[in-house]
């Protein structure tokens, strides 16, 4: 069993940066893929970002040049540094941990961008 928690979120201008991180329990955290995912009111939720296990990203087009993901399996954490930030970009943020067929999301953390 994993336990996800998430901080960092909170009401930002547009054009600010918020960066949100999410801590892992357990010992093997470095062996998941871990990822940010959103969800804005009335909406699916959607993939943002992911990092492997390795240390590979990918990204949703819509974050491309904005957000970065990272991690230090040091501590047991994963980050999402967030620039530039748009309104559209306002949604409830989810990290996850997968791990063949585990799966684990946290609370979520709220991120609002608006002038």
């Known amino acids: 069993q994993v336990q996800l928690v998430e901080s960092g979120g909170g009401f930002v201008q547009p054009g600010g940066s918020l960066r949100l991180s999410c801590v892992a329990s357990g010992s093997i955290f470095s062996r998941y893929v871990m990822a940010w995912y959103r969800q804005a009111p009335g909406e699916q939720r959607d993939l943002v970002a992911r990092i492997t296990s390795t240390g590979n990203t990918d990204y949703a087009d819509s974050v491309k040049g904005r957000f970065t993901i990272s991690r230090d399996n040091a501590k047991n954490t994963v980050y999402l540094q967030m620039n530039s930030l748009k309104a559209e970009d306002t949604a409830v943020y989810y990290c996850?941990?997968?791990?063949?067929?585990?799966?684990?999301w946290g609370q979520g953390t709220q991120v609002t961008v608006s002038s």
């Open positions: 996850r941990a997968a791990l063949t067929v585990f799966n684990y």
